[in-house]
Antibody
């Protein structure tokens, strides 16, 4: 049974960096058949796909246009996890952040428990 | 403004049927699969439909999905109060090279 366990701070100051980690059990971040995503949810914007990392003989990343200049998603094969870094945050980045396995079009079937992140001084 | 367009809300009585539409374009729904998610407050979204019309194990056959051209539809029959939730469609947009979701539809079971 695949499980995703998220960790990271719930409060980030404006202009600083939001950092979250998603630890994978029951699957491998290096799988050739899957992808690992970050998604956020807020009342004003609903679900918003932020980006993904996946391995197909080498690592590939894709990012949403809205955050492309500020986001980095990194796999960590030694710990079987992947991380999200979002730079220069503002209060508009306040949301519940989720990690998920799969593809937005073909289905993301396993989700992390969610992390509420508030951007405030 | 979401790339995929969903109605903000739908409602129906218990036991009735409801459909939720998701409209896109040739760069997303028109050439890609569609998935649907149920989101209850305080919980992680749940995958209801993948590959346009397939149900994961454990999802009852009251939930169905279809796609035609640049639009997709989620159908729910035999509505229950427990179905009250926000529903989202999702797909890949080839022009953006990014995943996209609809704006979400709030289902109220009257």
């Amino acid at each position: 049974q695949v499980q995703l366990q998220q960790s990271g701070p719930g409060l980030v100051k404006p202009s600083q960096t939001l950092s979250l980690t998603c630890a994978i059990s029951g699957d491998s971040v290096s799988t050739n058949s899957g992808a690992w995503n970050w998604i956020r949810q807020s009342p004003s914007r609903g679900l918003e796909w932020l980006g993904r990392t996946h391995y197909r003989s080498k690592w590939y990343n894709d990012y949403a246009v809205s955050v492309k200049s500020r986001i980095t998603i990194n796999p960590d094969t030694s710990k079987n996890q992947f991380s999200l870094q979002l730079n220069s945050v503002t209060p508009e980045d306040t949301a519940v952040y989720y990690c998920a396995r799969g593809f937005v079009d073909r289905g993301m079937d396993v989700w992390g428990q969610g992390t509420t992140v508030t951007v405030s001084s | 403004q979401s790339v995929l367009t969903q109605p903000p809300s739908v409602s129906a009585a218990p036991g009735q049927k409801v459909t939720i539409s998701c409209s896109g374009s040739s760069s997303n729904i028109g050439n890609k699969y569609v998935s649907w998610y149920q989101h209850l407050p305080g919980t992680a979204p749940k995958l209801l439909i993948y590959d346009n019309n397939k149900r994961p194990s454990g999802i009852p056959d009251r939930f169905s999905g279809s796609k035609s051209g640049t639009s997709a539809t989620l159908g729910i029959t035999g509505l229950q109060t427990g179905d009250e939730a926000d529903y989202y469609c999702g797909t890949w947009d080839s022009s953006l090279s990014a995943g996209v979701f609809g704006g979400g539809t709030k289902l109220t079971v009257l």
